[in-house]
């Protein structure tokens, strides 16, 4: 692999340029907003008297919405530019969570909880609108960078989702006066003020046009071929993963609360923590992957992660089922950059959207029927199950991906017989768009 500057060091992220920086802070401050809703949200609706099913109901349909607009995102923003969706989705996310402050009724909380994911732990994503933003990031990368930006980014919006996390359990006391659901109100506040500034900060970068004729060797009608094979295979694989992840992930707080009786201020510092560990070992990831290949380092840790995952419900205390919630979260998610980076150079820069959006469909229509399922489940007094049958998906995935994604991998050592290459990705040549 060529020696390139790491992100994390000052040099390393001075090289970056302004887009990627602007790209990284603004998902970064998504992810603290996110990181208290992924605590609380589920918490704010069982408070407001919604059942088990109802809210894996809820975000089934988010996750059903979500996979139908990224498709749309993806293909067009490839077309159009990627700047506008994203200046979309936060405005959007304003005028939403400023409804829900204004009057929270059911169809008003529902509504923008659909659209933007609310509860579903996005890490800082900005959810359906994710296909164009992890496509322009990729844009403003060289490929040889990649695999370590996206998990130098990943470990920070993991930073952002643990600041979140320990927010979720402390503004809920900022209105301990009030009652009910109300005390959940201050973490809209939060998003309403995230999504102000980041709005501000995609407002004040521009879109470079993409490369009109990418330089990768061969046919161009071969290329895509093998593009849309790779990608097939991709999302076929991520579908049983997203599955496993689904039925059990959104649920968590509420499974935590029901099963030991914990309310946020248990339940925050535990996925705090969680967080923090996870953005410090993304970045292991991210040697390990320069090291052993893309494939290996996401593959190998996600062992460990099944193991865990079966273990937590039978647990017979709060503490004993945290810890090991806090070591299975990070095994399985500090490979979040890692899968991007694979994702994003299965293709050529002018159908990387395309590639995003397959990659969040994939995820968003499986991961939607997971809720509903671990919701019914969780409902008829199954505590288990749900721990279950998501450990039996994700042991599949940990089969499945590298047996038929290993060929793949761009940063193996090893030839890569069925993959188009692309040349000296670290200087591009601009053309203006047709």
Request: net charge positive.
């Amino acid at each position: 692999m060529t020696n390139v500057l790491p992100p994390y060091t000052i040099r390393g992220w001075q090289s970056l340029g302004r887009t990627a920086r602007q790209l990284i802070s603004a998902r970064l401050f998504r992810a603290v907003a996110q990181g208290a809703l992924a605590v609380d949200f589920t918490l704010y609706l069982k408070a407001r008297g919604w059942s088990a099913p109802e809210i894996g109901l809820l975000l089934m349909a988010s996750g059903l919405v979500g996979a139908g607009l990224s498709l749309f995102v993806g293909i067009v923003s490839d077309r159009v530019g990627r700047r506008l969706f994203l200046l979309i989705y936060e405005c959007g996310l304003i005028i939403g969570t400023a409804l829900i402050l204004a009057t929270p009724s059911a169809w008003v909380v529902a509504v923008p909880a659909i659209l933007f994911g609310f509860g579903r732990g996005a890490n800082g994503s900005s959810g359906p609108f994710a296909p164009a933003e992890q496509a322009w990031l990729a844009q403003a990368v060289p490929l040889q960078r990649r695999a370590s930006v996206f998990s130098f980014n990943a470990g920070l919006q993991f930073v952002g989702m643990g600041v979140g996390s320990l927010l979720a359990a402390l503004l809920p006391q900022v209105s301990a006066a009030s009652s009910g659901a109300a005390v959940y109100l201050p973490i809209f506040v939060l998003n309403l003020v995230a999504a102000v500034v980041n709005l501000w900060q995609i407002w004040s970068i521009r879109e470079a046009a993409t490369k009109e004729e990418p330089r990768f060797k061969g046919n161009a009608d071969t290329i895509t071929k093998k593009e849309n094979r790779a990608l097939t295979l991709l999302v076929t694989v991520n579908m049983v993963n997203a599955l496993g992840v689904g039925i059990i992930a959104p649920l968590l707080p509420y499974w935590f609360n029901l099963k030991f009786g914990v309310g946020p201020a248990a339940i925050g510092p535990v996925y705090a923590i969680t967080f923090f560990l996870t953005a410090a070992f993304t970045l292991v990831i991210a040697r390990l992957s320069d090291q052993v290949g893309l494939v290996r380092a996401i593959i190998l840790p996600r062992i460990l992660g099944v193991a865990l995952l079966v273990a937590i419900p039978f647990m017979p205390t709060f503490a004993w089922a945290a810890v090991l919630y806090v070591a299975r979260s990070i095994v399985n998610r500090s490979s979040l950059g890692a899968r991007q980076a694979f994702s994003v150079s299965l293709v050529r820069d002018r159908r990387r959207g395309l590639a995003t959006s397959l990659n969040a469909v994939s995820w968003s229509l499986a991961g939607a029927l997971g809720p509903a399922f671990g919701g019914w489940l969780i409902g008829i007094g199954a505590l288990v199950w749900p721990f279950l049958a998501a450990a039996a998906l994700q042991t599949g995935y940990v089969i499945l991906f590298p047996v038929i994604l290993g060929r793949y991998d761009v940063n193996s050592r090893k030839q890569i017989p069925d993959i188009p290459v692309e040349h000296d990705a670290s200087q591009p040549k601009r053309h203006s768009r047709r």
